[in-house]
């Protein structure tokens, strides 16, 4: 509290023992002890009687219960993501395993849009790899 180390202490013993002298210096310190006490004591009293009228308890209490609740609704939030991204997976799952039905019009083939296209006939210098130029 105050920060009193030990030689501190024996410094004031030896001051106390000097100025009173060796017959008042026990009635001094059982004097301040009981000062020091009683001080204590009523500092106490007040203490709790103002954290009494303050409510301090109360609202510890309800510190503590709002930063349960906020970590309830972050874990219920987690939860309901995971729960959102594994409905997801397992439709993916459903359309992956499910065979595919002919109801909806098919894209245009990829076979329309290259005959439409000019085709180059390779030159020796001009191939492509993979083709083999036709001799």
């Known amino acids: ?49 103002i954290e009494r009228e303050i409510g301090t308890e109360d609202i510890r209490r309800q510190l503590h219960n709002e930063q349960v609740m906020k970590k309830l609704e972050s874990g219920k939030q987690q939860l309901q993501a995971l729960q959102a991204e594994l409905r997801a997976i397992e439709q993916s799952a459903r359309h992956d ?26 030159t020796a210098g001009n191939t492509a790899p993979g083709d083999s130029p036709s001799t």
């Open 1 to 49: 509290m105050f920060d009193i180390g030990f030689s501190e202490i024996l410094l004031c013993a030896i001051v106390a023992l000097l100025v009173l002298g060796p017959e008042k210096l026990p009635g001094a310190v059982r004097t301040a002890s009981l000062w020091i006490g009683r001080f204590r004591r009523t500092f106490n009293d007040v203490k709790t009687e």
């Open 97 to 122: 395993t499910t065979p595919a039905v002919n109801d909806t019009p098919s894209a245009p083939s990829t076979t329309a849009a290259t005959e439409t296209k000019p085709h180059a006939t390779p």
